[in-house]
């Protein structure tokens, strides 16, 4: 969470901040516009005053995205800027609304440039508002989140660890099978030990050796045609197993025609999927939470450079 919680009273100073400023420019600005009997637009003394502190707020705002990049800069801290970023950017709204005689303009570049300001405010707003509640939403739904670029990664070698204890405990589909080498798993049938030996016979491994579950040819099946397939891709790949109540069916009537010895190898093979599923909800998640920079980023910029035309342009007419 950016605002509120913990971080309110380091907040609370930048509300008050801007709340007065705010007001204080609308005063003027009303004052001005009560004298002079119509609206005061960037020329008059508030409206060009409030140009110049919201112009002057853009620029700073431009500055958030090298001071990224460049971390040898120790002009405080990345929170501070941002905190910073966020409320000052919320102060230029009023100001250049003012400068912009409530929006009564005219001519296409400060109507472009006005248009650009107002989506890349209300940008900015929704990323906020994202940024407030998603991560929150990732922790309490996604237990086991990881590295978003990693998910595939940590997907593959679960579906390696679950192929290796299917082929250990379940009897072969007659299919062939992508996997790896032979591995058990805490939930296989454990018939004995296997000492591995080193140097001058001092052991220094113990494998458990484990023994095949008669019945169970439809789990190396399934696993083979549906489980290990979406393990892999997720949703990506269109599998019922992304639903989780088609889910639940597809182990329960798997459950109901394997051998009862078998239910911990389901068990282990249905957690599986469940993180699955998780690592998609993670990655929808975390897209939707920086999608939004898609847009303010580049319109940022764009204002960046529509203000540098704007301010020789207006100087030279005024």
């Known amino acids: 969470m950016i605002i509120g919680g913990r971080t309110w009273p380091r907040d609370r100073p930048w509300v008050a901040g801007i ?3 705010a007001a204080a420019a609308a005063a003027w600005y009303g004052w001005e516009w009560s004298a002079g009997g ?10 060009f005053v409030c140009g110049v502190v919201g112009g002057l707020i853009i620029l700073f705002e431009l500055l958030l995205w090298p001071r990224r990049r460049v971390r040898s800069w120790r002009l405080g801290s990345a929170q501070a800027w941002l905190r910073a970023h966020v409320w000052l950017g919320l102060l230029a709204l009023p100001l ?3 400068h912009a005689r409530l929006l009564v303009i005219g001519g296409l570049l400060n109507v472009a ?3 650009v300001f107002l989506v890349v405010i209300a940008s900015g707003v929704w990323g906020l508002w994202l940024q407030q509640f998603l991560p929150g939403m990732i922790l309490d739904e996604v237990p086991g989140e990881t590295i978003r670029e990693q998910i595939d990664h940590v997907a593959a070698r679960e579906a390696a660890e679950v ?7 379940c009897e072969p589909a007659g299919g062939a099978d992508d996997e790896g080498d032979d591995a058990g798993s805490e939930f296989a049938v454990v018939t004995g030990f296997r000492a591995m030996t080193g140097i001058q016979g001092r052991v220094v ?16 099946r399934r696993f083979r045609e549906e489980i290990r397939p979406f393990l892999l891709a997720g949703r990506r790949g269109g599998s019922p197993l992304a639903g989780r109540r088609q889910a639940e069916g597809f182990f329960a009537a798997l459950r109901a025609g394997c ?7 389901i068990d282990r093979l249905e957690r599986a999927c469940e993180q699955r599923r998780q690592f998609d909800l993670q990655a929808r998640l975390h897209d939707r939470l920086h999608r939004w920079l898609l847009v303010h980023v580049p319109l940022s910029f764009a204002l960046g450079v529509l203000l540098a035309v704007h301010v020789p342009v207006a100087l030279w007419y005024w």
């Open 113 to 115: 440039l006005m248009a």
């Open 19 to 21: 709340a007065l400023a």
């Open 205 to 220: 491994e113990t494998l458990p050796v484990y023994a095949v579950i008669p019945g169970t040819r439809e789990i190396s």
């Open 163 to 169: 192929g290796r204890l299917v082929r250990a405990v």
């Open 96 to 98: 250049v609304l003012m």
């Open 259 to 265: 051998p009862a010895d078998a239910a911990g190898v």
């Open 38 to 47: 119509r609206l005061p637009g960037g020329s008059s003394r508030p409206g």
